[in-house]
């Protein structure tokens, strides 16, 4: 956390930060990490977070990014059947805030209302009064995802990162403006009505990598996407009236409290 403080709260930081975030670096840097060079890179990182290896499947696994988006073995995240139970779509830390007017998000040193995060006020409104569901996913978490519902989605809608200060040399006094690249589906969700589930990426590299972006039917745990190489988060709009949210939860609604789910973990239920 020093590090971001460094890079986004300092002028030095904001000088180095400008390049390491523009297009170029960041496709040279995914193109290195699907190298086979970037395989000595793997070891290192499973010691410094305390990975368990025997978790995964770890066939045909060619680069970094190969790693980094492994697959876990059958049966470590059972995903409950229950319609009428909401599940976590993906391992993280779980905040929780009740959706109104004046909600602003903290997402990856971004600040964002439910209108701003989505770039569509009428959708936006539609969840007045609801939840808004915020799993931050850590490096050493587990980065695949899954519906977290069944029902019918339309078609993804990509929202490119952008960055930038009010001069060139930015000062600490000056604003920095921040949007991560994010994708989020609209569901017509069989137990919650009209949602959202949305991907956040991490400003350096983080790619988002959904699997079918076209409208369809989605089901249940089914798998959606994964991150690639980077920090990264998982949003859940629902609207008002149609959740309750598991007690604990409750306890922790707007306070910027996050506690550990994993994938297919009850977090709610329908009303």
Same mark, same amino acid.
């Given at each position: #956390?020093?590090?971001?403080?460094?890079?986004?709260?300092?002028?030095?930081?904001?000088?180095?930060?400008?390049? !390491?975030?523009?297009?170029?670096?960041? =496709?040279?840097?995914?193109?290195?990490?699907?190298?086979?060079?970037?395989?000595?890179? $793997?070891?290192?990182?499973?010691?410094?977070?305390?990975?368990?290896?025997? /978790?995964?499947?770890?066939?045909?696994?060619?680069?970094?990014?190969? &790693?980094?988006?492994?697959?876990?073995? @059958?049966?470590?995240?059972?995903?409950?059947?229950?319609? @009428?139970?909401?599940?976590?779509?993906?391992?993280?830390?779980?905040?929780?805030?009740?959706?109104?007017? %004046?909600?602003? !998000?903290?997402?990856?040193?971004?600040?964002?209302?439910?209108?701003?995060?989505? +770039? %569509?006020?009428?959708?936006?409104?539609?969840?007045?009064?609801?939840?808004?569901?915020?799993?931050?996913?850590?490096?050493?978490?587990?980065?695949? *995802?899954? *519906?977290? /519902? @069944?029902?019918?989605? *339309?078609? /993804?809608?990509?929202?490119?990162?952008?960055?930038?200060?009010?001069?060139?040399?930015?000062?600490?006094? /000056?604003?920095?403006?921040?949007?991560?690249?994010?994708? *989020?589906?609209?569901?017509?969700?069989?137990? &919650?009505? +009209?949602?959202?589930? #949305?991907?956040?990426?991490?400003?350096?590299?983080?790619?988002?990598?959904? %699997?079918?972006?076209?409208?369809?039917?989605?089901?249940?745990?089914?798998?959606?996407?994964? &991150? =690639?190489?980077?920090?990264?988060?998982? $949003?859940?709009? !629902?609207?008002? %009236?149609?959740?309750?949210?598991?007690?604990?939860?409750?306890?922790?609604?707007?306070?910027?409290?996050?506690?550990?789910?994993? #994938?297919?973990?009850?977090?709610?239920?329908?009303?």
């Amino acid at each position: #956390m020093s590090f971001l403080n460094f890079l986004y709260n300092n002028k030095a930081g904001r000088i180095l930060l400008r390049p !390491l975030i523009s297009k170029p670096v960041s =496709e040279l840097s995914g193109k290195m990490l699907d190298s086979r060079a970037s395989k000595f890179l $793997i070891t290192p990182f499973v010691n410094k977070n305390d990975i368990k290896l025997d /978790d995964y499947q770890l066939d045909n696994i060619n680069n970094f990014n190969d &790693f980094f988006c492994r697959r876990i073995k @059958s049966g470590l995240r059972p995903i409950n059947e229950d319609a @009428s139970n909401l599940i976590a779509p993906c391992d993280g830390y779980l905040s929780t805030y009740r959706i109104t007017d %004046d909600l602003v !998000l903290s997402v990856k040193q971004s600040e964002y209302s439910i209108s701003r995060l989505l +770039r %569509d006020k009428r959708l936006a409104s539609s969840f007045d009064g609801g939840y808004a569901l915020v799993f931050r996913l850590c490096v050493n978490h587990y980065h695949r *995802y899954v *519906y977290f /519902d @069944s029902g019918k989605k *339309y078609k /993804d809608r990509k929202i490119k990162g952008v960055y930038h200060t009010v001069r060139p040399v930015a000062l600490e006094s /000056d604003p920095v403006f921040i949007e991560n690249a994010r994708e *989020y589906s609209v569901i017509d969700s069989e137990s &919650f009505g +009209r949602t959202v589930q #949305m991907e956040v990426g991490a400003m350096l590299v983080g790619r988002i990598v959904n %699997d079918s972006p076209e409208a369809r039917r989605v089901m249940r745990g089914t798998e959606k996407g994964h &991150f =690639e190489y980077g920090g990264s988060t998982i $949003i859940l709009l !629902l609207p008002k %009236d149609r959740v309750e949210l598991r007690e604990d939860l409750y306890d922790t609604l707007n306070q910027n409290i996050e506690i550990p789910v994993v #994938m297919g973990e009850v977090v709610g239920g329908r009303l």
